[in-house]
């Protein structure tokens, strides 16, 4: 039993006493019963079930009553927890687990009270209880009343030193200077206070430590996690986290946004790059994994981290079954993952009016050298006339007239496939490692001997494709193993084949090859071209690498001529170690019988074909680009077009188009590999439906959250944001609010607090306003014996809150009080100080730990690179996450790593040295330079005692000859060292 149970168990009278179900029955259920006989119908033991009181009441699987309502002595549940005897006995003794005597106790008062359930207390909305004490701050007023019934009195005010250093540190995460603190201090109007509070919330560094608490729910990190743990774009989502915040962004909208910002309406950049919440997951790009299956763990994750960070639910213990102690069903987990199962993950390059300006530029560049190239032609313009009909002349002879056509029929393993109006078919969906396109064409064409295939780019499509290749492989590629014609199933043989990116072959086998022998071998036996689609190898292929710009075709060549009257059935194979299907093409067919792979745009050669006198301008252009005399001349153009400007690009989700939805299933057991039936998207049955009449997708969903009968989110936030100024929250287990956890020290307050947040328009600013403001969060953090024995937890408050202080915050306060902390806001991660070792040794996916240079040496540690296989290494000794999972709260551990760290890490001792120089050219005396690096760590002055062993450290490293600027490094990297130094006041 819990705790909390207990205590009030022992408190009670012999006698005659009334049980609360929430408080004192629900806990014991659910920690020694609801386990075999909870929720879950397949783990359910003797057909009993003790959650709702209906089963209860009834007869379980031996035929007797479990609870008799008034009738403790003829119910089963009391028979059995009472027994001695190891058959009957309940917990069975095989479970190790012993019902303590008040346990069972509460029970058996409990049966005798009529056994009456009740709601549990987190999933009943919210009602804003009348304040107990009338004429003091709304939080007072519940902390006080209850320290008054349990015989405690609140501590008096903290000191201003302690006061000022705290709400700094609470709010912006960085300790006042001396000077903002002495600032304070003498300001003696009554609300010096008040304004400070202001002042803070007001700025820039307020959104940055805000930011930091939010990014541990959001599993944010620089890389991609797993084996090869490769570096990600995802920092933009990061920045919009602390604008939003510092703009004190509605809480509400704030999240809105970062599950569905990309399906409002008219959605903005901003609202884009928010959706990277949930592409902070982890890609596996190891080569024997199937990515679909990866896929879905990912969408496991983002499950069970929306559950903790906005409705406090351990969802995660639905993914294989039904909740063991929640009344989660295992199919409320899959309903909830297919409400944001339904997004595509497309990389999002941010327009901003500086890449539009630079695009006009480089739109006005390319025009400029298009209009100049002919002026280049040697030997001027007869010549190049000359030349040009020649040119034209011979490519025609070459050119063939090509048809497009259009498919009839089209099916694929995976990937949706849609017909454009340029008759060209895009690509999207999902992929797999080895997909099939099954296409069917009937046309009036008769005669038909060859076959193109055209692929270009398309800004749908990774790194503009043309294909849909999107981790592992080269980007924005593809790789056709196999090409097959048919009619009437019979296949249709086909001759030979040419493509137009031979030059490309030829750098994929050099780069497949790790010696000038294997290179050699790799040139006798091409097998990255259209060619190789036609030998029946899987392991070879047409390969076409993804960029801007790109290109080319295939020519398939029929042995004998194909009438398309009669139909013709294509299908094209895509496998190999990573997923590489075709994203953009076009199929297009001719008569002619010299057709060839021309490497000419289409437009052109069909010119060419034709005769166009028309297309003079574009021929003309397309023989000025291509001439050999030219290619000096043509390459700055060509360089132009290859490189456009692009946004910077970061992570975000994309809702499917309708006609491509996402289907989801219940996957048994929580396995891939065993799904079942398909689901409907909704949340847990045993909560408030969504809107009947909104669509059933992520926005609403998002939206739903914020609902006024959704009982959870409000209480959720405000607990997390309690927990964060008192190092617990008014629920200690700020990612469970279910039947485990432990039940609120103070029921009223946190709903007071919830029903506040909405009244205040979701405000987190006004939230913390309130908070810091009220008289328990200004109260000393001195223990007094009292304390000691009647509340050493402090879950009352009648004392200030005193924790360590989070990895980022110290290193942060030890630059601050160096004088050497950057303000500068933004940008990627950079690289503090540390081993090089760190990056290198046991990580598959070596990175270089470049030491950043100049400002970005001293960051806040908000935007420190992140690799999650091998994280910063001080911030890892302080507890703070890898960004491998979703953390509601970071453990606390005291070490002795820590305190060598502090000492004797590069950075501190940066710090320390830089601290030194200051400090000599500030202060002359020993007794000011001692007291000026006490109060930059402390922030008060130090006491004559504590001045005494500063002396007499100091008088200690004398002895040792150590002076100058060593000499106070060294008393720097002490004072650094202090508990106070990372300790919350």
């Known amino acids: 039993m819990t705790r909390h149970a207990l205590l009030f168990c022992l408190a009670l009278p012999a006698a005659g006493f009334a049980v609360d179900f929430n408080r004192d029955v629900r806990p014991v259920l659910a920690q020694h019963c609801f386990k075999c006989h909870g929720m879950d119908d397949q783990g359910r033991k003797g057909k009993l079930r003790l959650d709702l009181r209906d089963s209860a009441i009834g007869k379980g699987k031996s035929g007797e009553l479990a609870v008799v309502p008034g009738k403790p002595d003829s119910s089963e549940v009391i028979k059995r927890v009472f027994s001695t005897d190891e058959d009957e006995v309940m917990p069975p003794p095989h479970t190790k687990t012993v019902l303590p005597e008040s346990a069972k106790n509460i029970l058996r008062q409990w049966i005798t009270e009529g056994a009456p359930y009740e709601a549990h207390w987190a999933y009943v909305p919210p009602k804003q209880a009348a304040l107990p004490l009338a004429g003091v701050h709304p939080i007072d007023s519940f902390i006080q009343d209850r320290l008054k019934k349990e015989g405690l009195k609140p501590s008096p005010e903290a000191d201003s030193y302690t006061l000022v250093r705290r709400v700094y540190l609470d709010l912006t995460g960085l300790p006042p200077t001396p000077a903002e603190a002495d600032a304070f201090v003498n300001d003696k109007t009554p609300d010096a206070y008040d304004k400070l509070v202001d002042h803070l919330l007001a700025s820039k560094q307020y959104g940055e430590r805000w930011a930091r608490r939010w990014l541990d729910l959001a599993r944010y990190a620089d890389t991609n996690g797993f084996e090869k743990d490769r570096p990600r774009q995802i920092w933009p989502y990061r920045d919009w986290v602390v604008k939003a915040l510092n703009a004190d962004m509605p809480f509400d909208q704030f999240s809105i946004k970062q599950l569905a910002g990309d399906m409002l309406p008219n959605a903005t950049p901003d609202d884009l790059i928010a959706t990277g919440f949930h592409r902070n997951t982890m890609l596996n790009e190891e080569g024997g994994i199937d990515p679909n299956e990866y896929r879905f763990y990912a969408m496991v994750d983002r499950v069970s981290v929306t559950g903790t960070a906005w409705m406090g639910l351990t969802m995660n213990c639905c993914q294989c079954h039904t909740h063991k102690y929640d009344p989660i069903l295992h199919t409320d987990f899959y309903r909830t993952l297919a409400l944001l199962n339904n997004a595509s993950e497309p990389t999002y390059f941010i327009p901003t009016p500086e890449v539009e300006a630079q695009k006009k530029a480089q739109a006005a560049k390319i025009a400029k050298l298009e209009a100049d190239l002919p002026a280049k032609f040697p030997g001027g313009k007869a010549a190049m006339e000359s030349r040009f009909a020649g040119w034209i002349e011979g490519e025609s002879h070459r050119a063939s007239k090509w048809e497009v056509i259009r498919p009839t029929k089209m099916a694929t393993t995976m990937p949706h496939l849609e017909q454009q109006a340029d008759g060209f078919i895009l690509g999207s969906g999902d992929i797999s490692k080895s997909d099939v396109y099954d296409l069917s064409f009937k046309a009036p064409i008769k005669g038909v001997r060859a076959l193109r295939i055209e692929v270009t780019s398309h800004s749908s499509l990774p790194n503009d494709g043309p294909g849909l290749t999107n981790y592992e492989g080269p980007l924005g590629g593809f790789f056709m193993s196999e090409f097959q014609a048919s009619q009437n199933g019979q296949r249709v043989k086909i001759a030979r084949a040419e493509d137009t990116n031979e030059d490309e072959d030829d750098r994929i086998n050099d780069a497949a090859a790790s010696n000038p022998k294997a290179k050699a071998k790799a040139a006798a036996k091409k097998k990255n071209n259209a060619g190789a689609t036609l030998d029946g190898e899987m392991s070879s292929g047409w390969q076409v690498l993804g960029g801007y710009g790109v290109q080319h075709a295939a020519v398939f060549h029929f042995e004998q001529p194909v009438d398309l009257t009669n139909g013709l059935d294509l299908k094209m194979l895509f496998e190999k170690h990573f997923a590489c299907p075709l994203g953009h093409f076009r199929i297009s067919v001719t008569t002619s019988d010299h057709a060839e792979a021309t490497g000419l745009p289409a437009e052109v050669e069909d010119a060419l074909a034709t005769g166009d006198k028309s297309k003079h301008d574009i021929l003309l252009r397309s023989f000025l680009e291509t001439a050999d005399e030219m ?97 617990r929250g008014i629920v200690k287990s700020l990612e469970d609010f279910g039947y485990q956890s432990d039940p609120p020290s103070h029921s009223e307050l946190i709903d007071w607090l919830a029903v506040e947040l909405v009244k205040q328009g979701w405000s987190m600013k006004k939230l913390h306003r309130l908070i810091v403001t009220s008289a328990t969060y200004k109260q000393s953090s001195r223990i007094t014996p009292e304390h000691a024995q009647k509340d050493p937890e402090n879950i009352l408050l009648a004392r200030g809150a005193r924790f360590r202080l989070d990895a980022e915050v110290i290193r942060d306060s030890a630059l601050k009080a160096a004088g050497v902390l950057s303000p500068k806001m933004g940008g990627p991660g950079v690289y503090p100080p540390q081993p090089a070792s760190v990056t290198s040794e046991g990580t598959y996916g070596k990175v270089e730990w470049k030491t950043s240079e100049g400002e970005d040496h001293y960051r806040r540690s908000l935007y420190t690179f992140t690799k999650r296989t091998a994280p910063f290494a001080m911030a890892t000794t302080f507890d703070a996450p890898t960004g491998e999972s979703c953390l509601a709260k970071r453990e606390v551990s005291n070490s002795p790593l820590q305190a060598l760290t502090l000492l004797n890490d590069q950075m501190f001792v940066e710090a320390a040295q830089a601290m030194a120089k200051q400090v000599m050219a500030e202060s002359q005396s020993d007794e000011e330079r001692l007291q000026n690096i006490f109060r930059r760590v402390a922030t008060r002055p130090a006491a004559p005692d504590e001045l005494a062993l500063l002396k007499a450290f100091l008088q200690k490293q004398r002895e040792r000859k150590i002076e100058g600027e060593a000499l106070w490094a060294d008393v720097s990297r002490a004072a650094l060292n202090l508990d106070e130094a990372i300790t919350h006041p």
């Open 631 to 727: 290619k000096q001349a043509a390459a700055p153009l060509l360089a132009a077009r290859k490189n456009p400007p692009r946004g910077q690009a970061t992570l975000v989700m994309e809702e499917r188009p309708a006609n491509n939805p996402r289907s989801t299933h219940r996957y048994h057991r929580g396995e891939y590999l065993q799904p079942k039936e398909e689901v409907t998207p909704g949340v847990p049955a045993f909560l408030p439906a969504l809107p009947k009449n909104a669509p059933a997708n992520r926005l609403t969903f998002a939206k739903w959250l914020f609902a006024a009968e959704n009982p959870l989110t409000a209480r959720v936030t405000v607990n997390r944001q309690w927990q964060a100024f008192f190092g």
